[in-house]
Each structure stands twice: as C-alpha cells, then as structure tokens.
C-alpha cells in the first residue's frame, strides 16, 4: 500500500477534514518519514473552546513510537479564524525546540478553519523554523 507523500501544506488536509467543526480545540501531529511519506496523523490533545494544553511528553512518546523523521503540528480554531495567537507561536517554538533535540526537523505547524480549504500554515506564512533551531543550538553552545 502506497502513503500519501506530503509535499505541501493544503496536501495535510484531506487527513484534517474530520476536525474542522469540532467545538472543541484538537491538536495533533503528522508524522512523517525521510521521504515526507505519511506515517501516522495522531490526534493528542483536545481542549477547550478557545485553547488547548500542549504538553511535550505525550508529542515526544508519538514521535519515537511512530519513527518519525519529520513532523507537522496542526489543531483547528473553533472560532474559524485561521490567525495564529501567541499561544500558537510559543507552542510551535517549543515543539520545534524539541524536533530539535530529537532529531526530528519540524516542517509545520497548520491551523485548521471550519470551511474545506480553510487552513494557515506557520511556513507558508514565513515561519523560519530552521532559525529557530540555530538559536537553540547557539544557546545550546553558551
């Protein structure tokens, strides 16, 4: 059986679908092998209506049981809109802080809307997620 080969963001949504209306915030990862080949999306964390708790325990214990080399983070807004709060930024930049020490390269972070191809992607929005990790690293160093 042939995995879905993500080489974009709007390619995560059909695996999104089912989360677009929920009421509640849900919070998950993709997770991905050395080829960007879907391994497993994983749902982890369900919150309330306006945020959810993103602990690193439960993102870390998926990353090593599923293999994966590569990650996307995505949840939806139950509100609709697709503008990242800065909960949503100090999340990504721990959980690519993590990616880091892991060795796990962090490709995304995709927050999901209530229409069909509704979604923003931390990326596409210039994210830099690998200037993130050099800071880490350089702090890592001092």
């Keep these: 059986m042939e995995r879905l080969r993500i080489k974009s963001p709007s390619e995560c949504l059909p695996l999104l679908r089912r989360y677009k209306n929920k ?9 991905l092998d ?7 999306t994983k749902l982890l964390f369900i919150g309330g209506v306006t945020n959810t708790i993103v602990d690193n325990k439960p ?7 599923s293999k994966a080399v590569a990650l ?6 139950p509100s609709g809109s697709l503008l990242p709060s800065e ?6 930049n721990r959980v690519n802080r993590l990616c880091a020490i892991m060795g796990v390269q962090l490709l995304d972070h995709i ?3 209530k229409h069909t191809d509704d979604y923003f992607s931390f990326r596409v929005h210039d994210y ?10 350089m702090s890592l160093d001092n």
């Design 59 to 65: 993102i870390s214990w998926a990353i090593a049981k």
């Design 34 to 40: 050395y080829a960007h080949n879907v391994i497993t």
């Design 87 to 92: 909960p949503d930024y100090d999340t990504t």
């Design 23 to 31: 009421a509640q915030e849900h919070f998950g990862i993709i997770a």
């Design 128 to 137: 830099d997620f690998e200037k993130n990790v050099k800071e880490l690293l």
């Design 72 to 77: 996307i983070l995505w949840h939806n807004h």
């Design 111 to 113: 927050i999901i809307g």
